[in-house]
């Protein structure tokens, strides 16, 4: 099973969220998206117990006929394909007709639509390339402290508490796999496409300077010539390695900013000398020289 991913958009929100006050709506959304991807990796813990010979494919993005869909995680077995939305949901719900409600009655999107929608898509997705497999999607909920009432009699639902027993029956099926799934898994990977996450507007000023720690999210100050501490936590990091992850922060952040000493300097907030940054950048990354305008890309 190939790892999966922290999505994008979580990643630039809890970059922002280091270095300003985040709107209450963008708060909001990166808690929601936290809680997603706890629950996707919950699952995925769940599914690598499986001794099927299966492959699993994690964090699908695809796009037919100009619409885009996304398969949290998918698993190909001897006789069918198995996409599963996974819920990370806590507290109370309930269900009207088709429609989904908060106790507090607000209304949220129904997460079986979600899955009738992106299965329709695969399905088409799939004839469209030749590729004739059955399909059996499942909606998956993973939070002990979820509770819908008025639920459904759907059996492509799995509750908390049915997730085991769904599993040892998926463990059971027989999956002897063989080159055609072999191919359907190359050509869902070779389709795939990237993740369309929401533009949030911040600019460059607005942004604190210094080294994010890894570990809680305070600012790195200097300890020694080779080690930076927190000044919240205390944690301890290598100079060469804080400034290289300041560099990936820069670059998800601000991907048009040309790459130079000068830049990476600034967004360090001066706590590392330039010698150290430039000595990072030449061992990393490939100079473009071209005089004062030199600038580094990615080799």
């Known amino acids: ?140 909920f993973v939070n002990d402290a979820f509770t819908l009432y008025q639920a459904p009699k759907d059996p492509t639902i799995i509750f908390p508490t049915q997730l085991n027993r769904f599993l040892e029956k998926l463990h059971n099926e027989p999956s002897a796999l063989g080159a055609r799934h072999k191919k359907l898994a190359e050509k869902l990977v070779e389709l795939r496409t990237s993740e369309q996450p929401r533009a949030y507007e911040y600019t460059y000023d607005q942004l604190e300077k210094g080294i994010v720690c890894a570990e809680c999210g305070g600012l790195l100050v200097r300890f020694n010539l080779k080690k930076l501490a927190c000044n919240k936590c205390n944690h301890e990091v290598h100079v060469e390695t804080a400034v290289r992850s300041n560099i990936d922060e820069l670059q998800i952040l601000f991907p048009d900013k040309k790459l130079t000493v000068a830049s990476v300097y600034d967004w360090c907030g001066g ?24 600038y580094y890309i990615k080799q």
């Open 1 to 140: 099973m190939e790892p999966r991913q922290k999505p994008l958009e979580l990643v630039t929100l809890e970059l922002l969220s280091h270095r300003m006050a985040l709107p209450l709506n963008e708060q909001q959304r990166l808690t929601k998206l936290e809680k997603g991807y706890q629950g996707e990796k919950k699952f995925d813990g769940m599914i690598e117990i499986l001794k099927n010979d299966a492959i699993v494919l994690n964090d699908l993005w695809f796009e037919i006929n100009n619409t885009k869909f996304q398969i949290d995680s998918l698993v190909i077995l001897q006789n069918m394909i198995y996409p599963f939305e996974v819920k990370n949901y806590e507290g109370d719900f309930y269900v009207e007709v088709d429609r989904w409600f908060t106790m507090s009655k607000r209304e949220i999107s129904s997460p079986q639509q979600q899955v009738n929608r992106s299965t329709i898509l695969l399905r088409q997705l799939l004839q469209q390339h030749g590729l004739h497999f059955q399909i059996q999607p499942y909606l998956v």
């Open 271 to 294: 706590y590392v000398s330039q010698r150290t940054i430039n000595e990072v950048l030449r061992k990393n990354f490939r100079l473009i020289y071209k005089g004062r305008a030199s």
